[in-house]
């Protein structure tokens, strides 16, 4: 059965404070791994798109990367306004468009 | 470019009543998803429309339908309300499968 986990489920950093977030992932077929941002009670917001192993994507203060079996979010010298949840989500190649999402990391960034 | 937008922001109702939640999505996008976001759980697909025909269904009670017009807005219903059904219900957009473009939501109170 496709299924993605996401660790750890919550992370407090201090600004500055680099880390990483992880997401495990099994899924019959990968069209694509995507991360999103979600502000409390908001959409989530679209940050990258990955499609195979090797691939490197990054936006200002974060880099997400992808393995066979799971991707990293990599947060370098965060900012307060980089609180918010990160979700991330697999869509299957076959017969299905729906993306299959994870419970997400809740980060909080202190100054 | 305007973003995805849903209508309303905000819904409450009692149990047992119907509830109808609205959504159009970006310019050029044919694709429709619908997602339930309940308190504590991840994202949890719902229904997908494509060309004003439903092309997938989660697994959810047929209680939820929906539908597609031809400008590509969509619509949930969700008939007789139950308290769990509270939750914000996102809607996504795309032109094809890939990176699917969210809307700020609509939260169903169910009281």
């Known amino acids: 059965e496709d299924q993605v986990t996401q660790s750890p489920e919550a992370l407090r950093l201090q600004e500055g404070e680099s880390s990483s977030l992880n997401c495990s992932y099994t899924?019959?077929?990968?069209?694509?791994l995507f991360w999103y941002r979600q502000d409390p009670g908001k959409g989530p917001e679209f940050l990258f798109t990955?499609?195979?192993a090797g691939e490197e994507k990054e936006k200002e203060r974060l880099k997400a990367t992808l393995t066979k079996k799971e991707s990293f979010l990599h947060i370098t010298a965060p900012k307060p306004e980089d609180s918010a949840t990160y979700l991330c989500?697999?869509?299957?190649?076959?017969?299905?468009?729906?993306?299959?999402f994870g419970t997400g990391t809740r980060l909080q960034v202190f100054p | 470019e305007a973003g995805v937008t849903q209508s309303p922001t905000h819904l409450i109702k009692t149990r047992g009543q119907q509830a109808t939640l609205r959504c159009s999505p970006i310019?050029?996008?044919?694709?429709v998803y619908w997602y339930q976001q309940a308190l504590g759980l991840g994202l949890q697909f719902l229904l997908w429309?494509?060309?004003?025909?439903?092309?997938n269904r989660g697994n959810f009670p047929p209680r939820f339908s929906g539908r597609q017009f031809p400008n590509y807005s969509s619509e949930l219903n969700v008939n007789a309300l139950e308290l769990e059904d509270s939750a914000l219900y996102l809607c996504?957009?795309?032109?094809?499968?890939?990176?699917?473009?969210f809307g700020p939501g609509t939260r169903l109170t169910v009281l």
């Open positions: 990955l499609y195979s």
């Open positions: 310019s050029g996008h044919t694709s």
């Open positions: 429309y494509d060309e004003g025909e439903e092309r």
């Open positions: 899924v019959s077929g990968l069209r694509g």
């Open positions: 989500a697999v869509q299957r190649l076959y017969n299905t468009d729906k993306l299959i």
């Open positions: 996504a957009s795309s032109r094809a499968p890939g990176e699917q473009f």
